[in-house]
């Protein structure tokens, strides 16, 4: 029987990246050598997919609570930072980021302290949605919500691999535009 | 000429990042957010430094090829699949078209997509490389 609760991780990360390489060919598609890169660029992601890639069903725990509430902290703290101190979202997001890799060395032997940094720093990048685009703090609260529960099946999935966060942050921005676009029509 | 900079700081920012997160042990958080509030930082506070263009991209690669230096050495051995990713961040980064635009994560997706496509192919390359030598032998 496959593994149905560790896969699903992949199948967002595929969904997601190629959701984004498609935009981008979209984008692109009178450019011919952008075109060719870009085809070429999706046919190798796809390779990177097809190879064998371990992922254990994720166990949940309690405190996953607090990592959803971390994502969605360092989402409101970087948007918040960016709307109101008119700070660029990249200052913004490296700040919150830069004030929770602290946690750690409050209580070194603490594993929840070494589990916010990477939740607060993906929600952080959740939080670089440009405002016109989000409208307000209702849109990051969810999008931090979403961030967090995305992070929380993920998991197992992809550690150590550069990018992981922040495709786990774009996930939880299209989530919530797909929820509010649902909840509107 | 300006995406020659970009490229340049694509590359500054992957190897900076991987050399703090692995070899000084900081950390993929800190490193990566070390990095991205200076780079930032310093064009908040020289915004007249260079053109328009450069003030608002360069910040925005630095952070995304950031998140390519988050990656663990246990897992990215070669500095040079860092180096390369680093390098292509900047192309996919200026080809993402504006769909997504404005859209939290899709720097760390770009940067996602560049170290996944650079980690086929240099395992493609070690593989050819190994069974090269095993013929030789």
């Known amino acids: 029987m496959p593994n149905l609760p560790g896969r699903l991780p992949l199948v967002i990360f595929i969904l997601l990246h190629f959701s984004f390489l498609t935009a981008a060919l979209v984008d692109n598609i009178q450019n011919e050598i952008a075109t060719f890169f870009l085809v070429f660029l999706t046919i190798i992601t796809g390779m990177f997919y097809r190879s064998k890639i ?18 969605t902290l360092g989402a409101l703290a970087t948007f918040g930072m960016h709307l109101e101190f008119n700070m660029s979202a990249v200052l913004a997001a490296g700040i919150t980021g830069l004030m929770s890799s602290v946690i750690p060395y409050i209580n070194p032997k603490s594993d929840l302290g070494k589990e916010l940094p990477p939740a607060i720093y993906c ?12 409208g ?4 990051i609260l969810l999008a931090g919500i979403t961030t967090g529960s ?20 774009f996930g939880g ?6 929820i509010l676009l649902l909840l509107n029509s | 000429m300006n995406f020659f900079i970009l490229i340049i ?34 064009f908040f506070l020289l915004p007249g ?31 040079w699949v860092i180096a390369i990713s680093g390098l292509l ?34 395992r493609f390359l070690i593989r050819n490389k190994t069974s090269g030598t095993a013929v030789k032998k």
């Open chain 1, 136 to 139: 307000g703090y209702i849109f």
């Open chain 1, 54 to 71: 371990n992922l254990p069903s994720p166990k949940f725990k309690p405190g996953d609570i607090l990592s959803i509430a971390a994502a």
């Open chain 1, 173 to 178: 921005v299209s989530l919530s535009f797909l």
């Open chain 2, 49 to 79: 430094l260079t053109s328009s263009y450069l003030t608002a991209n360069i910040p925005l690669v630095i952070m995304g090829t950031s998140f390519i230096g988050m990656a663990s050495q246990k897992l990215i051995q070669n500095a």
């Open chain 2, 89 to 122: 961040f900047p192309v996919i980064f200026l080809l993402s078209g504006s769909f997504f635009e404005g859209y939290g994560g899709s720097l760390g997706t770009t940067a996602a997509i560049s170290l996944s496509a650079v980690y086929v192919i240099s």
């Open chain 1, 123 to 134: 929600g952080a990048f959740a939080g670089m949605t440009a405002p016109l685009l989000a």
């Open chain 1, 150 to 169: 995305l992070l929380i099946i993920s998991k197992n999935a992809f550690n150590g691999f550069g990018g992981k966060l922040g495709t786990i942050a």
């Open chain 2, 9 to 42: 700081c694509g590359l500054a920012g992957a190897l900076s990042t991987f050399y703090l997160n692995n070899r000084l042990g900081l950390g993929g958080v800190l490193a990566s957010s070390a990095i991205s509030v200076i780079s930032a930082g310093f």
